[in-house]
């Protein structure tokens, strides 16, 4: 796989018992692709174990820095993937209702787009 995440649409709801801060049982934009995002993250936990062995194996530091840009990087890619699927998902079915949860979303995304772009 990639270091990037492509995403598509995703459409129908999560399995009964799931709970979020958006209501029981909300369907999230980033279901179809858990799993490959649950594997990226397994890989960069992996990384991140390996930058702090190598702080304690004191490697060079220059080594290091690379390292965690290669890390930061990859958390960069599930970020952008999971704002794409949030926007193709959730914006997209607040912006067919068109009420005040549209607005809502939109300022939520509008949100993580700023602390993401920092």
Known sequence: MSDTLETTPHEGGAADGEH???GPAAHHGYIGDKQRYLNRLKRIEGQARGI???VEDEKYCIDILT???ATTAALESVALGLLEDHLRHC???AARQGDEQ???K???ASAAIARFVR
């Open 20 to 22: 979020s801060a958006h």
């Open 52 to 54: 702090r062995s190598m």
């Open 67 to 69: 390292q965690i840009s």
């Open 91 to 93: 914006v997209v079915d």
């Open 102 to 104: 549209a607005e809502e």
């Open 106 to 108: 939109i300022r939520e």
